[in-house]
């Protein structure tokens, strides 16, 4: 593991996840209560054995940075890293990253360095947990030029996804982008027996989708970028290896969620505090890692709380209920307070006594007798009492406002937003 060389994605706009963007970088983007989307594949990787690892930045990446400086540290007898190669005017381009391929390309000279055999590329928004020594295993069993990690979807979901055609020792011979019809989706097909000899019960799954995750040796992941002007991996760069390559595919049969979008994001976080989750973060050998923080317990001052996840440094006032709800650090929430299916980010900092006195700018955190339902409110709110914020209209969109807007049919509200005592939204 030590001849491979991580690349991750992390510096796209990510204008379906806004307004949860509006003030940082996708990966930065908080989950499960305590955790950053960054931390999945970061995770993934130490977990792995994979300790040099780059993360590729550019848009609303400071938040970014910070917590990467002040997560992933190393003692100086070990040569592993984490560091940051923001999008940045040298000699020879100054350009902003043109895409995913871009990016690589304008740092390929970290990437063509002796003792670097193999270039694995992750993007920073998703939520998985794989051990990425069997996916080297495949590639070079295989002798491939780049192995892709694959996961086995329905028939319902690979219209949404990229959709690999195989051969029958696993190479990949075609690929399709989002198949709508039928007579696509049957090009593409695999066969559930084929999966059944490779270990995998197909369930009704007979579409192999991309996952995006890449492993290159090292000289094709070079030649490749240096003699095109692809910009992105997945629409060009990917299918035009398939024309020129040995690529193969890495079967993946765990959980995987891109989190591309307000509705998975909401989902996916709602999954991990479920009875069931299909994500585990409890996991002895393969645990999430974040930055640590000294907070103290959360206190819960005869409050109900069902089915959640609750972070550290919380306090919950009496009588409040909390159910099938995820509640982040710090936060702070009143008395009698209902939360229900809701996403709470909770907050950066605890406020001094009496540091919020404006005139109608309530404390920070919820207020008493405050009801939310089907909503994320991002960090550092300032929520007042006898709030209700329930989508009164059943709205799938809506514009924004001073207050949040409703995407996906969930109640967003952006980081800092002040709401009054008593508003409905």
């Given at each position: 593991?030590?001849e491979?060389?991580?690349?991750?994605?992390?510096?796209g706009?990510?204008?379906?996840?806004?307004?949860?963007?509006?003030?940082?970088s996708?990966?930065?983007?908080p989950v499960?209560?305590?955790?950053?989307?960054?931390?999945?594949?970061l995770s993934?990787?130490?977990?792995?054995?994979?300790?040099?690892?780059?993360?590729?930045?550019?848009?609303n990446?400071?938040?970014?940075?910070?917590?990467?400086?002040?997560?992933?540290?190393?003692?100086?007898?070990?040569d592993?890293?984490?560091?940051?190669?923001?999008?940045?005017?040298?000699?020879?381009?100054?350009?902003w990253?043109?895409?995913?391929?871009?990016?690589?390309?304008?740092?390929?000279r970290?990437?063509?360095?002796?003792?670097?055999?193999?270039?694995?590329?992750?993007s920073?928004?998703?939520?998985?947990?794989?051990?990425?020594?069997?996916?080297?295993e495949?590639?070079?069993?295989?002798?491939a030029?780049?192995?892709i990690?694959?996961?086995?979807?329905?028939?319902?979901?690979?219209?949404?996804?990229?959709?690999?055609?195989?051969d029958e020792?696993?190479?990949?011979?075609?690929?399709?982008?989002?198949?709508?019809?039928?007579?696509?989706?049957?090009?593409?097909?695999?066969?559930?027996?084929?999966?059944?000899?490779?270990?995998?019960?197909?369930?009704g799954?007979e579409f192999?989708?991309?996952m995006?995750?890449?492993?290159?040796?090292?000289?094709?992941?070079?030649?490749?970028?240096?003699?095109?002007?692809?910009?992105?991996?997945?629409?060009?760069?990917?299918p035009a290896?398939?024309?020129?390559?040995?690529?193969?595919?890495?079967l993946f049969?765990?959980?995987?969620?891109?989190?591309?979008?307000?509705?998975?994001?909401?989902r996916?976080?709602?999954?991990?505090?479920?009875?069931?989750?299909?994500?585990?973060?409890?996991?002895?050998?393969?645990?999430?890692?974040?930055?640590?923080?000294?907070?103290?317990?959360?206190?819960?001052?005869?409050a109900?709380?069902?089915?959640?996840?609750?972070a550290?440094?919380?306090?919950?006032?009496?009588?409040s209920?909390v159910?099938?709800?995820?509640?982040?650090?710090?936060?702070?929430?009143?008395r009698?307070v209902?939360i229900?299916?809701?996403?709470?980010?909770?907050?950066?900092f605890?406020?001094?006594?009496?540091?919020?006195?404006?005139?109608?700018?309530?404390p920070?955190?919820i207020?008493?007798?405050?009801i939310?339902d089907?909503?994320?409110?991002?960090?550092?709110?300032?929520?007042?009492?006898?709030?209700?914020i329930?989508?009164?209209?059943?709205?799938?969109?809506?514009?924004e406002t001073?207050?949040?807007?409703i995407?996906?049919?969930?109640?967003?509200i952006?980081k800092?937003?002040?709401?009054?005592?008593?508003?409905?939204?």
């Open positions: 593991m030590h491979v060389l991580t690349l991750v994605l992390g510096g706009r990510g204008t379906r996840l806004y307004p949860l963007t509006k003030y940082r996708k990966p930065a983007v499960a209560g305590k955790y950053r989307l960054i931390d999945i594949p993934n990787c130490l977990n792995s054995g994979l300790n040099r690892i780059y993360v590729l930045t550019q848009f990446s400071v938040s970014l940075h910070r917590h990467i400086r002040r997560t992933y540290v190393f003692d100086p007898f070990c592993g890293f984490v560091e940051i190669l923001a999008a940045q005017q040298t000699l020879t381009t100054e350009r990253y043109q895409g995913t391929a871009d990016a690589v390309r304008q740092n390929l970290h990437v063509d360095q002796p003792g670097v055999r193999y270039v694995l590329i992750l920073g928004d998703q939520l998985y947990r794989m051990d990425f020594r069997y996916m080297l495949t590639h070079r069993r295989t002798g030029d780049v192995t990690g694959a996961v086995p979807v329905a028939r319902e979901a690979a219209s949404g996804l990229g959709i690999m055609r195989l020792n696993g190479r990949v011979v075609g690929f399709l982008e989002k198949p709508k019809t039928d007579e696509e989706l049957d090009h593409v097909r695999s066969d559930p027996d084929w999966l059944r000899a490779r270990g995998i019960d197909p369930q799954r192999l989708a991309s995006g995750i890449y492993l290159f040796t090292r000289e094709r992941l070079c030649d490749c970028l240096e003699k095109t002007a692809y910009q992105d991996f997945g629409k060009e760069v990917f290896a398939i024309r020129s390559m040995r690529v193969y595919v890495h049969d765990g959980y995987w969620e891109d989190i591309g979008t307000i509705g998975s994001f909401y996916a976080n709602l999954g991990l505090a479920s009875q069931q989750p299909p994500f585990s973060l409890f996991s002895a050998d393969s645990p999430i890692f974040t930055r640590a923080r000294f907070l103290p317990p959360s206190r819960l001052e005869g109900t709380i069902r089915g959640s996840l609750v550290d440094g919380c306090q919950i006032g009496a009588g209920i159910e099938n709800s995820v509640i982040g650090l710090r936060s702070l929430i009143g009698n209902t229900r299916n809701s996403i709470i980010m909770g907050n950066d605890y406020e001094p006594p009496n540091a919020c006195d404006l005139p109608g700018v309530p920070l955190g207020g008493d007798e405050t939310i089907g909503a994320i409110v991002d960090k550092n709110c300032h929520i007042g009492r006898g709030v209700r329930v989508n009164k209209d059943g709205l799938q969109e809506s514009e001073p207050y949040g807007m995407r996906d049919g969930i109640v967003v952006p800092g937003t002040v709401i009054p005592d008593g508003f409905i939204f």
